[in-house]
């Protein structure tokens, strides 16, 4: 069965098509081009039958984006047999699709959905181990809405360089997902980053609804992570030394002064993430797409009762004249 990776946005194809992340990993800063171009990409270099394209075959597996499901679906027409895969990213539920792929183990709650792990950062160059166990540059790699006030303020700064410390935010300014401010950012680079920090606006919440790319990467960078309370960074925790949980500003304070005291727990929680980095490697994502896609090209595309309703419900979502 042929695996379609279906993008309408002809200018954002355009930009992607013949540009891998390994390329240009600067090009690769949405959740569709991440989700659509990066898996297209991979898959295609190992020779996987994958297509990408703004059409809609007349058979076998459509894989979207959330956000262009409800196209997809609209497009279809009932003589294409075709599965149609969302990728649900952080969007809600999606109904206009047979199955869903989701980014943590929390969201599968069934059968309808499976669960994918993000991919890790692309050319992500790893922390230079002559730095040892020293403490200088705090760093948060992410968007800037998502990183706590607390965070973003003249004096958590100076809290931090109170203790011989520099905080950096890498933090690039959401504009939407097809557009952010990225300049002087560079996701890619680990190389002076001593401590990883991620604390969103309310950790209350656990944003279930996430990845758990924030501690991925920085397993794979050989770089300690204070994170904030997720759904996502908790279902992967196996050991303490995975990273330290933190909510608030005091206690990331807090668990900085302990790894500034202790360079023994510093080095555990190096080599603690290069262990578990081993099972959120490229090659290992890889399999873990080919094995899920492959299962789902052998499921049943959307039975003709669920047709109707889906098209009752599309024609309910229209403008009404």
Not at 1 to 24: E, G, R
Not at 31 to 39: A, D, F, L
Not at 70 to 98: E, G
Not at 279 to 308: C, G, K, N, V, Y
Request: hydrophobic content about 40%; some cysteine; charged content about 20%.
């Amino acid at each position: 069965m042929s695996i379609v990776f279906y993008l309408p946005d002809q200018d954002i194809l355009a930009q992607i098509q013949h540009v891998t992340p390994a390329q240009q990993p600067e090009l690769y800063n949405t959740g569709v081009k991440i989700w659509i171009g990066q898996t297209y990409h991979r898959l295609k270099q190992l020779q996987v039958p994958v297509a990408l394209s703004h059409e809609l075959p007349s058979s076998g597996l459509v894989v979207t984006h959330a956000d262009h499901a409800h196209q997809a679906r609209r497009a279809l027409r009932p003589w294409q047999n075709v599965v149609i895969v969302s990728l649900r990213t952080d969007r809600s539920p999606c109904r206009y699709a047979d199955f869903e792929i989701v980014q943590n183990a929390h969201s599968a709650q069934s059968p309808r959905q499976r669960h994918v792990p993000h991919w890790p950062q692309p050319a992500l160059q790893s922390r230079d181990p002559a730095r040892g166990t020293r403490i200088v540059n705090v760093v948060y790699k992410g968007a800037a809405p998502e990183l706590h006030p607390q965070l973003a303020t003249l004096a958590w700064a100076e809290d931090v360089r109170q203790l011989g410390m520099t905080w950096h935010a890498d933090a690039a300014t959401w504009v939407s997902n097809q557009q952010r401010v990225y300049e002087g950012i560079d996701w890619t680079d680990y190389t002076q980053a001593d401590v990883i920090l991620a604390l969103r606006a309310n950790p209350a919440h656990l944003y279930p609804t996430k990845p758990a790319s924030k501690l991925v990467n920085a397993w794979h960078a050989g770089v300690p992570a204070l994170l904030g309370p997720e759904v996502a960074f908790q279902e992967l925790r196996q050991s303490p030394l995975d990273y330290i949980e933190v909510r608030s500003a005091q206690e990331a304070l807090a668990a900085l002064q302990r790894l500034q005291a202790n360079p023994g727990l510093y080095q555990d929680m190096v080599e603690q993430g290069r262990m578990r980095a081993q099972a959120f490697t490229t090659e290992a994502i890889d399999e873990r797409w080919q094995r899920t896609l492959s299962d789902l090209a052998q499921q049943q595309p959307m039975a003709p009762a669920r047709w109707i309703r889906h098209l009752m419900a599309l024609r309910k979502a229209l403008p009404q004249r």
